[in-house]
């Protein structure tokens, strides 16, 4: 029986890796259906709105979405369309692993870890963003509850027993951020003594990105919240090989999103150079989530090999290749 998924190709480099990625799960025979849907500014130009009503109802329908890269202005603008399409399906999961390939430009080996980030409160929700008239001043709030540390703490825990791992850094900030933090800290503390059989460790964010840099073999689960994550995940994908090597999941209890968390890349955008393996990773996070294990190992070990061999490589890798070239390498092995 096929599955539908919701397919929103993004912004300035998204389709091309989107339609890359489509070819490879087509070629690994996952019996994917695809009702493609627009965000971003693609989205503005045909429909007048970031995230028109269809998409949203798309998403609802399908339950499942593969997204490519969409652009956030910096500094100002509308907010972001990841963000509000979080908060619009309560996905309060983010799941960022990365693992380590050779043949990438990466300054260490054998990393393999997961960042695990509350998605949807805390100081990045973008609550409470106000600038004085004048702009002498702005501020914003952050906002956390017990539930959304309960339900991301213990998401990490179980995500930990499931798949074989010995251990959970809990990272925070408790020391300053005395009320938001604290209350994090507070309930992960909690939580942790359901799960002896896992190695539980705490640390400040600010040690933690230091310890990422100088030992990053000594971590294997991190759980933190939203701000703190997305900091530690890019941080974590710098340790592989930079955004392109790192994929991303949004997950809530009725639907998901899968996505490529590097930018759109608009300076480059139509001109075949993207490396699309951040996306095609992202799809196989998506066939796990699916139950699709066979296929997304088949597809992962295709990338590997494609990655280590050096076959057809893009410029990020070392190689002068573009995405086509990089793409048929990987089909040519599946």
Do not use: W
């Not at 890359?20 to 799960?25: Q, S």
């Not at 990490?156 to 990272?171: D, N, Q, S």
């Amino acid at each position: 029986m096929s599955t539908t998924i919701t397919v929103i190709p993004g912004d300035g480099i998204g389709p091309d890796i989107i339609d890359a990625t489509l070819k490879i799960l087509d070629k690994a025979g996952c019996n994917l259906n695809y009702e493609f849907a627009d965000a971003g500014l693609v989205a503005l130009e045909k429909h007048g709105e970031l995230l028109p009503d269809t998409t949203l109802a798309a998403i609802k329908r399908n339950g499942i979405a593969l997204k490519g890269p969409l652009t956030t202005p910096v500094g100002g603008g509308f907010t972001s369309i990841n963000v509000t399409l979080r908060k619009q399906f309560n996905l309060y999961a983010n799941v960022r692993p990365v693992v380590s390939f050779k043949g990438t430009k990466a300054r260490y080996e054998n990393i393999d870890i997961i960042t695990i980030r509350e998605n949807t409160e805390g100081m990045y929700s973008g609550l409470g963003q106000t600038t004085a008239a004048d702009g002498s001043e702005a501020e914003a709030m952050s906002k956390v509850t017990r539930v959304g540390c309960e339900r991301i703490v213990r998401f990490a825990y179980e995500l930990a027993r499931r798949e074989g791992r010995k251990k959970v850094t809990i990272v925070h900030k408790a020391n300053i951020l005395k009320t938001t933090s604290g209350m994090f800290l507070s309930v992960a503390r909690d939580i942790a003594k359901n799960y002896p059989d896992i190695e539980t460790e705490e640390m400040i964010v600010d040690a933690t990105c230091m310890k990422l840099v100088m030992a990053p073999e000594n971590f294997d689960v991190i759980v933190t919240t939203n701000l703190f994550g997305d900091i530690l995940s890019d941080l974590c994908a710098g340790l592989v090989g930079g955004l392109g090597m790192a994929p991303g999941a949004n997950i809530g209890s009725d639907c998901a999103i899968f996505e490529a968390v590097h930018g759109s890349a608009p300076d480059i955008a139509g001109q075949n150079l993207a490396n699309p393996s951040s996306v095609i990773l992202a799809a196989i996070q998506m066939l796990e989530h699916l139950g699709q294990h066979d296929n997304a190992k088949r597809i992962l070990d295709a990338l590997r090999d494609t990655i280590e061999s050096g076959d057809r490589a893009t410029r990020d890798l070392g190689g002068s290749h573009g995405t086509t070239d990089f793409t048929q390498a990987i089909l040519d092995r599946l």
